[in-house]
């Protein structure tokens, strides 16, 4: 199983689900980016870190922080290990392998920002869901650096949505198809 790196790209308002956002990762040395939907709090912790603001009190995800380095252990990576039911998963891997936790893939992000962990993704998932992205030709060599930015993602989500669409027709799963026709139908009603 490939790993690919990912870095942050940014967080964006979505408007769907409303009061939701998205975290966009972008893989390390390409062009495909990885929205995922989550919420405001988490969005919050996230973009807390990003900007480098310090609450007067800790935070959940800063606490984990301080259990991780009180408890005299090293957080390795993160890994976006599975994507089901347009769900992805996410695990907290710790020294040697030895120790791996399931966590939401927010607080997976938030936590790696705090403790400095590289975050991953599996290969095949960011060919499943991963977006392309176009980097203008004078920004090419120039290092990655996280942004803060406010945009629809309802285009992008419907970009998903045709792709695993396709997918699921060409390999036959009518049943899911089905079920992303429709909520593609939806989403195209609500705008």
């Known amino acids: 199983m490939n790993k690919i790196q990912l870095v942050i790209l940014g967080l964006t308002a979505s408007t769907n689900p409303p009061n939701s956002y ?4 972008k893989e390390v040395g390409g062009n495909r ?35 991780i380095y009180e408890a005299n252990i090293n957080l390795t990576e993160v ?15 710790f020294e040697d392998d030895e120790i791996e936790i399931d966590c939401r893939p927010s607080d997976a992000i938030a936590i790696a920002l705090r403790c400095k962990a590289p975050i991953y993704v599996n290969e095949d998932i960011l060919e499943e869901t991963g977006l392309m992205f176009q980097i203008e030709k ?8 996280p942004i803060i930015e406010q945009m629809s993602l309802s285009k992008t989500k419907l970009e998903v949505l045709n792709q695993r669409l ?8 009518y049943e899911v198809a089905a079920k992303i026709r429709d909520e593609i139908k939806n989403i195209l009603e609500s705008q």
Do not use: W
Request: glycine share 4%.
């Open 22 to 25: 998205a975290v966009i990762l």
């Open 33 to 67: 980016t990885l929205p995922i939907i989550i919420g405001p709090f988490e969005a919050q912790a996230i973009a807390l870190e990003l900007e480098g603001a310090t609450p007067s009190r800790p935070m959940t995800h800063d606490l984990i922080k301080i259990l």
């Open 79 to 93: 890994l976006l290990c599975d994507f089901n039911d347009g769900i992805f998963y996410a695990r907290l891997i």
């Open 138 to 145: 004078e920004k090419e060599n120039e290092s990655f650096e």
């Open 166 to 173: 396709k997918k699921a027709i060409e390999s036959e799963n």
